[in-house]
């Protein structure tokens, strides 16, 4: 299947820094991107869809001025936390998928478990 | 897209087969259903999808009723590495987002 990599797979920082976490499709071209978030024990929450050179498309929530995503090419999108708090320590995932409305296409990363101090 | 039900969580002994029920009573006609796994700490996983058929891949074998209101995923050998979370997701053909419910928990135990 499609890789999908993820860059860092953790990080610590301070709270008030902001942290950038990138999303690489290796192997394909990625029209559309995903972004999740996951807390402990809790389920995967989309927070964010991407689609290459558009602007991102946020779910009821999600503030787009703290979650800053960036999909400028068809094989890389980036999520930067600003200003992190404590609070937005969490797991965050990302996914890829090749064509829109296709069956099986969404590919995903790893994960990057972000925890602010 | 329609609404999953599964059961928090399930056990099952190493070597026999694991089955996973999910209820989708609101699925309309376009709608696949498809299942991922989650092992702990890591991206979710693919597993198998399917519209009205059964479908049998590498991995497992999706077994959906008649009125498409409920399904099974079959893991016919489960091995300790099967523990995972397992989510049944349904979207429609046209749509791209995936919404994750709460998935069923399983256990596999030597």
């Known amino acids: 299947g499609a890789v999908v990599s993820q860059h860092p797979s953790r990080v610590i920082c301070k709270s008030g820094t902001s942290v950038k976490i990138e999303c690489r499709s290796l192997d394909f071209q990625a029209t559309t991107m995903f972004w999740y978030r996951q807390f402990p024990k809790k389920s995967l929450m989309l927070m964010a869809t991407s689609n290459e050179g558009s602007k991102a498309t946020y779910e009821q929530g999600v503030e787009k001025d703290k979650f800053l995503i960036n999909h400028a090419s068809l094989t890389l999108s980036t999520l930067t936390v600003t200003s992190a708090h404590p609070e937005d320590s969490s797991f965050y995932i990302c996914?890829?998928?090749?064509?829109?409305?296709?069956?099986?296409?969404?590919?995903f990363g790893p994960g990057t478990r972000l925890t602010v101090l | 897209d329609a609404k999953t039900t599964q059961p928090p969580s399930m056990d099952c002994a190493e070597g026999r087969a694991a089955n996973l029920p999910c209820n989708h009573s609101t699925i309309s006609g376009n709608e696949y259903v498809y299942w991922y796994r989650q092992i702990h700490s890591q991206g979710p996983q693919y597993i198998i999808h399917g519209l009205k058929n059964n479908e049998t891949n590498e991995m497992a074998s999706l077994i959906i009723t008649e009125d498409r209101k409920s399904s099974t995923l079959i893991l016919p050998h489960a091995t300790l590495r099967d523990t995972a979370v397992y989510y049944c997701?349904?979207?429609?053909?046209?749509?791209?987002?995936?919404?994750f419910g709460q998935g069923t928990r399983l256990t596999i135990n030597p």
């Open positions: 996914s890829a998928s090749q064509l829109a409305g296709g069956p099986n296409e969404q590919f």
């Open positions: 997701i349904v979207r429609g053909q046209g749509a791209q987002k995936l919404v």
